[in-house]
């Protein structure tokens, strides 16, 4: 298996969008996704040396904008390509991480989380999880203990989202240690049974996060949340 899997994916337009009338300028085929440089309106002048058309391959192209085209693909089929993966490697004992990558409204919580009744990675990567950690529990193979913690980088400083004001909330150290590379001191950890679990605590940490707590939205584009759930065996 790769090591590593990227995936582009094109919303559809919103309402502002399809209101300027915009069009796409991106196409995608098989892994191909082709961007072409719309022609300018007469009167201005742009680079001509640039090229009219550019071609990118990714592991998975994924068109959303439109349900009939070949590169149309559902939530549960966007977990079967990223997720299982994911899951599989976590069981074989690796550490595995999933991130979106996008401006402001292109469609990263769609794609992470989905919506009520058809949901995105995040939800269905813990249901494998906590069904497999079920299934192994229930023949008697081991326990488990399963952690979360949840932290965002503002500024350059690392907060933990889930712990109550204090001197270890704000301003965390990333260190590294000798044998499990970089990590976060003093970042809270939290016992998790299910995914209901694992929702509260993103929904709590969710309303501390910078951009909810100051009510700005230019600041989303400096700040990054990361979610980490870690499992371990107990004998
Ligand atoms: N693949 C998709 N199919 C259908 N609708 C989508 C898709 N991706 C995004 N959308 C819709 O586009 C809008 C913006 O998406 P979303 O909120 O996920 O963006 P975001 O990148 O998380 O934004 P922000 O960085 O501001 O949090 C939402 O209304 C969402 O439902």
Redesign the pocket.
Same mark, same amino acid.
């Given at each position: 298996m790769a090591s590593v899997k990227v995936a582009v =994916?094109v =919303?559809?337009m %919103?309402r502002r969008e399809k209101d300027l009338e915009a069009k796409f300028i991106i196409e995608m085929e098989g892994k191909k996704t082709t961007i072409t440089n719309i022609k300018l309106p007469d009167g201005i002048t742009g680079d001509s040396s640039r090229d009219r058309t550019k071609v990118f391959t990714y592991d998975f192209s994924y068109f !959303?904008a439109d349900c009939k085209n070949s590169n149309y693909v559902s939530q549960e089929r966007v977990f079967r390509d990223l997720g299982t993966d994911v899951l599989k490697s976590a069981f074989e004992g690796y550490n595995a991480c999933v991130f979106?990558y #996008?401006? $402001? #409204? !292109? #469609?990263? !919580?769609? $794609?992470m989380m989905g %919506?009520t009744g058809d949901s995105g990675l995040i939800p269905r990567i813990c249901e494998g999880l906590f069904s497999k950690i079920a299934d192994v529990t229930r023949k008697g193979d081991a326990s488990f203990r399963t952690e979360v913690s949840y932290l965002e980088i503002y500024n350059e400083r690392v907060r933990d989202l889930l712990r109550r004001k204090s001197s270890k909330t704000f301003n965390l150290r990333v260190r590294e240690h000798p044998k499990e590379g970089p990590y976060v001191e003093d970042l809270s950890k939290h016992l998790v049974q299910n995914y209901r679990d694992v929702e509260e605590l993103m929904d709590a940490g969710n309303i501390n996060r910078t951009t909810a707590a100051t009510g700005m939205n230019d600041v !989303?584009s400096r700040s990054h949340a990361i979610f980490t759930i870690n499992f371990t065996q107990v004998l």
């Open positions: =994916r =919303r559809p %919103n !959303s979106a #996008g401006q $402001t #409204g !292109s #469609g990263k !919580s769609y $794609t %919506n !989303s």
